[in-house]
């Protein structure tokens, strides 16, 4: 096990790092690609081990990350590459453009500059415009979203994205009150959202508004959309032998990149009963981790934020046929 130290002073605090080298083993003159970049926690650790013949090529629709690319740019040692865009638009472009990889890892969700940045409006903990948008340039932000969706569309969302227990009450209550005042900003939401719930439940689990936001967020960005876009562009660019990763943070995203990953790992599938095999197919993938990978203990305990992530691995056996 490759062992990073965390750094708690730091802004950003990359999540299953030392789990993340292990498992992309990057090595002298390879090319790298990250997908988001945030702050490049993951990046200069990939980007330390590329040395001078290698290459990082970092994806980002948010502007601010570009910043921290330049910085970081300035300081490794391998050739560096900024494309500002989704990673699902950022992958495709790559691969229109021939680019073939030896890595290729999905930090999936939110960034930690982006949830401590209160004037964005990712969180529950600071009065802030309702917005959310990973990359500002879009037309739709949270408060939109609050003021326009209907009460079943709200629910179902907080259902599906975020696992809201209280998805109908709460739901309702946006309706309600956004038709008395508009629901501009966060602390409003929070009250809006803690006066929905029984009281019983406001203190149990974690903040009252942590799934509602978790669930707004992932709508606004369109997250999950995007990691079924993303995924087989990553695939793609992959040369053969070269190693994929994924980082999740939501049980939505873990089950995508694991789904997708033991598809591509998947043998024959002829009926069990046929003696010989028909279909010809082999696998296309190598899991190098059965199950996914969670933060140690100690990770959680340094950075709480940690505790949701999940990575899941594997390398490129052949191209697709």
Same mark, same amino acid.
């Given at each position: ?174 309706v309600r009150e956004r038709d008395r005042e508009p629901i ?57 032998? $070269?190693?994929? *990763? ?9 089950? &995508?990149?694991? #789904?997708? !990953?033991?598809? =591509? @790992? ?31 203990? $100690?990770?959680? *305990? ?9 990575? &899941?691995?594997? #390398?490129? !056996?052949?191209? =697709? @046929?």
């Amino acid at each position: 096990m490759i062992t990073i130290p965390y750094d708690m002073t730091a802004t950003h605090v990359p999540v299953l790092a030392g789990e993340l080298i292990e498992a992309l083993d990057p090595q002298p003159g390879e090319v790298a690609v990250d997908c988001s970049f945030g702050a490049g926690g993951h990046a200069r650790l990939v980007a330390e081990r590329l040395g001078p013949t290698g290459t990082l090529i970092a994806i980002d629709r948010d502007p601010t990350a570009e910043a921290h690319f330049d910085a970081l740019a300035a300081e490794v040692p391998c050739r560096t590459r900024f494309l500002r865009a989704s990673f699902a638009d950022g992958l495709a472009e790559l691969r229109d453009e021939g680019v073939k990889a030896d890595l290729v890892y999905l930090d999936l969700g939110i960034s930690s500059m982006q949830v401590d940045t209160w004037e964005r409006g990712f969180s529950y903990s600071y009065d802030a415009p309702l917005d959310m948008r990973m990359d500002p340039d879009q037309d739709l932000d949270a408060r939109e979203l609050v003021a326009t969706y209907d009460e079943r569309r709200l629910a179902k969302l907080l259902r599906d994205y975020g696992d809201e227990r209280y998805a109908g009450q709460i739901a309702r209550a946006i309706v309600r009150e956004r038709d008395r005042e508009p629901i501009e900003t966060t602390s409003r939401l929070v009250e809006v959202i803690s006066n929905a719930i029984p009281a019983r439940a406001r203190f149990a689990g974690g903040h009252p508004a942590k799934r509602t936001f978790q669930a707004i967020r992932i709508a606004v960005n369109d997250e999950l959309h995007q990691v079924d876009l993303a995924l087989p562009l990553a695939w793609e660019i992959l040369r053969e032998n $070269g190693r994929f *990763a994924g980082i999740s943070f939501h049980s939505g995203e873990d089950r &995508r990149v694991k #789904r997708f !990953l033991a598809a =591509a @790992a998947q043998g024959c599938i002829c009926p069990p009963d046929l003696p010989v095999c028909a279909c010809g197919r082999t696998p296309e993938a190598e899991l190098l981790n059965r199950r996914a990978i969670a933060p140690t203990p $100690g990770e959680v *305990a340094a950075n709480p934020r940690a505790a949701s992530a999940r990575l &899941r691995a594997a #390398r490129k !056996l052949r191209e =697709a @046929a």
